[in-house]
C-alpha cells in the first residue's frame, strides 16, 4: 500500500494538525475536503481550510449538503444568536449534535479515495471529545475502517493521529511541528471585536482550556 490521501479539513485545530501530523509524517496528502451544511461557521471554516490548502499545496473541494442542514436541529445551523456554553459536557454536546455528521463526511471522503486510488482518508478525531462525541472514538474510526473493506475497493483506511491525544496535547503537538497557527479557523461563531474566535462557543471553550493546560499559554493571546 502507497500512502496517498484525502483529509477532512474543517480549518480547525484537529483537522488541520492532523494534516500537519500526516504530512510531517510520509503521507502524501493530495485532496482537502471540506462541507459545507448550512452551519453557521460555513464561510469561516471553508475560508481557513482553503489557505491551509494553498500553504500546502493540496487540492481543495468543497461537497454542499444542503439537505444536513435542513434536518439538524442543532445550534451550529442556527444564525441568530452567537452559541454560548458555560460548561462542556453531555448538554453542550447535545445541542451542537449533527446527524451521523462524521459518519457521512468519512464514507464521502473514502468515495472520492476509491474512484482516485487513494489509500488514506485523515480524520481528525481526539480522545478529549471522543469523551462526549461518540464519533470522535477510537471505536468509530475502526469500525467505519472495517466496513470500508466492503464499501470500497481499495478497502480505504482511516489514519486519525490525534486519537489518543487530549486537546493540550494537541496544542503541545503543534508548536512541536511548527504549524502555524494562524490559519486555523476554530469558532462557531463570528469572532469577537477584533479577535478571531468569540471564546465562549464550545469549540472556542476547549480551545482555550486546551492552551490554559498546554505548555504554551501565550498562544491564548493569538485567539482570545
Sequence with gaps: MSNTAAVLLSGGLDSFISLVYAKNNGYDIKLALTFD???????DEINSAREICRVYDIEHKVIKLPFLGEIS?????KKDENLEFETLGAESMKAVWVPNRNGLFLNIAAAYCDAKGYDFVIFGANKEEAGTFSDNSLEFAEKIEECFKYSTLKGVKVFAPLIGLMKEEIINLAVDLNADLKLLKSCYNKGNGTKSHC????????LKNAILKSKHKYLIKLFF
Excluded at 37 to 43: I, L, S
Excluded at 73 to 77: K, T
Design 73 to 77: 436541529n442543532s445550534a451550529l445551523n
Design 37 to 43: 451544511y448550512g452551519q453557521r461557521a460555513a464561510e
Design 199 to 206: 471564546g465562549a462557543c464550545e469549540s472556542c471553550r476547549r
